[in-house]
């Protein structure tokens, strides 16, 4: 079958306000015309209604306890000051994102620092008076050396644990960098009791980079057996933390997203043409005609994610305590905390570029050059597939779902690298775009943005504004001039 004669197409996933801000195309290249490309757009009031999901489902199991931003996923200050309007907490993982939250109104009761840290990082946390997750022996020493030092307050700690394989129950756990393994606990809990004076335990985390709920089942019931034996010790820990890793779903259909990785896996099998640049095939090979390798690619299309993944786990019986993890947590009186970076981003903001150049290739496919470089967008790195949408100027923007004609399209970069590809995917596109239109990524706030971001070839950072619909519809700010006094509801206060 020839390459273009059936598109397969990834359409993302849209839902307000992101919806209504694609719809004003003649706003957005206004922007980009005053601004540069490319220019990151982010949403400061969905976040808000984000947090507010992940508060139905501690409501709805009964539980208290906090959310909290895992600020690394995105550097914006208008998100993080919008988020200082909800009941958030903030998880920062350095001393400038520890500067930044205090910067941005989080008070140090509303703030943990996670991660590995230097001494100037756990000097500021400990002054400050902020909760820390604790990752190693060597960092709770240097805390506790810190305080008695300094004559400073007693401080605040969780363990952040790893390794819960330990148990009777089958389940393959992956051995962290981070975090002190579960079999070292006894070790670890004498340590705690000789920095008594120090530290005071407040609880036991973890943070694991999965997408299976039977792997975090096994570490949250792994967490209540700590939590025993915290308590047995005349401890009092009364939180347990879950890290973040709640995840997003981009797509907004299933069939689409299987339908492309099956095709994926017969391109690696040579049994179709190439999907991608140079015949890249995103972790897959073929060996002898049987395949080998596993897609290393991010689940664009997610059946349960974000809030509603935290709902599955908390209903999820205990690996072998067998009640659903919510009434462990429950009946212990325990407070749940959850660090989730990039759930709490979706449909937060968009990354828009310029197009400079749409040409035509000999074998049919078009390449168009855009003013952005991968790392500005950084989809390939987190292996995000997701088409972007065509935003024409001086025309308005209609969805193109179910649409007849489509152009295979490679989204070339601005750098002077071969291999500087948006995406290395052959992109479907329902329409052409020329030269001056504006690709729209959406849903880049989660890691995408700004993670990656660089001065390569001197070229400018991309600029970030924040959007929020006023009275007069959309407005903006650049993002470290908007503060959450601007929307709607506040300006009719005023
Ligand atoms: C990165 C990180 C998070 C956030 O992970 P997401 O996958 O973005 O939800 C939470 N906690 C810790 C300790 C992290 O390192």
């Known amino acids: 079958m020839p390459l273009l004669a059936v598109p397969l197409f990834l359409d993302p996933k849209l839902e307000p306000p992101l919806t209504s801000l694609l719809a004003s195309s003649r706003f957005l290249h206004d922007l980009v015309d005053g601004l540069g490309s490319p220019l990151n757009v982010v949403v400061p009031d969905r976040i808000a209604e984000n947090v507010a999901r992940f508060r139905s489902v501690f409501r709805r199991h009964h539980l208290e306890g906090e959310i909290s931003f895992a600020h690394k996923a995105n550097r914006s200050s208008a998100l993080v000051r919008r988020l200082a309007a909800t009941g958030a907490a903030m998880d920062v993982a350095s001393l400038g994102e520890l500067q930044h939250a205090l910067a941005c109104g989080f008070t140090p009761g509303r703030i943990g620092a996670t991660g590995p840290k230097e001494p100037e990082f756990l000097w500021l946390a400990a002054c400050a008076g902020v909760t820390v997750n604790v990752e190693g022996h060597a960092e709770l020493q240097a805390l506790a050396a810190l305080v008695r030092r300094h004559g400073l307050p007693r401080m605040r700690v969780l363990l952040r644990l790893s390794d819960f394989s330990g148990t009777a129950v089958k389940v393959l756990s992956r051995r962290s960098r981070f975090g002190f393994p579960t079999s070292e606990l006894a070790g670890l809990l004498d340590a705690c ?269 991309a600029r970030k504004v924040a959007a929020y619909l006023g009275a007069d519809g959309w407005q903006w700010r650049l993002d470290d001039q908007y503060w959450p006094i601007h929307s709607e509801e506040d300006a009719h206060e005023v």
């Open 193 to 461: 009791e000789r920095h008594h004076e120090a530290l005071e335990v407040i609880g036991v985390s973890y943070h694991l980079d999965t997408t299976s709920l039977d792997e975090k089942a096994l570490a949250l019931e792994g967490c209540v057996r700590a939590m025993d034996e915290c308590r047995a010790r005349g401890m009092r820990p009364r939180v347990i933390d879950i890290g973040g890793g709640f995840g997003v779903s981009y797509l907004a259909d299933g069939a689409q997203w299987e339908r492309y990785t099956s095709q994926l896996t017969l391109a690696a099998m040579g049994r179709r043409e190439a999907l991608a640049w140079r015949n890249h095939s995103y972790g897959l090979s073929s060996e002898g005609g049987t395949l080998r390798g596993s897609l290393d690619l991010y689940p664009s299309h997610r059946p349960v994610a974000g809030a509603d993944y935290l709902d599955e786990l908390l209903r999820s019986p205990a690996p072998t305590l067998g009640r659903p993890l919510a009434t462990l947590l429950l009946e212990n009186l325990y407070d749940l905390c959850v660090e989730p970076g990039r759930a709490l981003l979706d449909q937060c903001g968009l990354t828009l570029a310029r197009v400079l150049e749409t040409r035509l290739e000999t074998d049919g496919t078009h390449s168009i050059r855009l003013a952005m470089n991968a790392d500005d967008c950084a989809l390939e790195e987190h292996g995000i597939l997701m088409d972007p949408i065509v935003l024409h100027r001086g025309e308005r923007w209609e969805s193109t779902e179910g649409s007849a004609e489509s152009f295979g399209v490679h989204l070339h970069g601005n750098l002077c690298l071969e291999s500087d590809l948006i995406t290395r995917r052959l992109v479907f596109l329902p329409r052409l775009p020329d030269p001056g239109d504006l690709l729209a990524f959406p849903n880049t706030a989660g890691y995408c943005m700004d993670f990656n971001a660089h001065h390569a070839q001197r070229r400018p950072l």
